[in-house]
């Protein structure tokens, strides 16, 4: 069975750091693409950051560029979003997500519609 499991969120001050972590069953995360999404209360839900299969390459939002890191840890076979510089509008819902239809995929073949979602996990920057 496929599934995935975000944990890490919680409340932060601004300026402060989290890392969020996607823990994998039912497919080896080294051969798939993988996402972080994210929703804030009245805006739809954007991609933050890609991983391509084999760590060929990744991508992040404008918005998160120089302040989060994506990884994986194939021996865990875990997905990680190492947030740092957190500012108030990083508020919201951060989910995992992976293109699991696609072996061997990249950030740039990621479908639009992916079936593989995790629950969800709250991230909130405030003082």
């Known amino acids: 069975q496929v599934q995935l499991v975000e944990s890490g969120g919680g409340l932060v001050q601004p300026g402060g750091s989290l890392t969020l972590s996607c823990a994998v069953s039912?497919?080896?995360?080294?051969?798939?693409?993988m996402a972080w999404f994210r929703q804030s209360p009245g805006k739809e839900r954007e991609e933050i950051s890609c991983?391509?299969?084999?760590?060929?390459?990744?991508r992040y939002a404008d918005s998160v560029n120089g302040r989060f890191t994506i990884s994986r840890d194939n021996a865990k076979n875990t997905m990680y979003l190492q947030m740092s510089s957190l500012e108030p509008d990083d508020t919201a819902v951060y989910y995992c997500a992976a293109d699991a239809g696609i072996y061997g995929g990249t950030c740039e073949t990621m479908r639009k519609e992916l079936e593989v979602w995790g629950q969800g996990t709250l991230v909130a920057v405030s003082s």
């Open positions: 039912g497919f080896v995360v080294l051969y798939y693409a």
């Open positions: 991983i391509s299969s084999r760590d060929s390459g990744n």
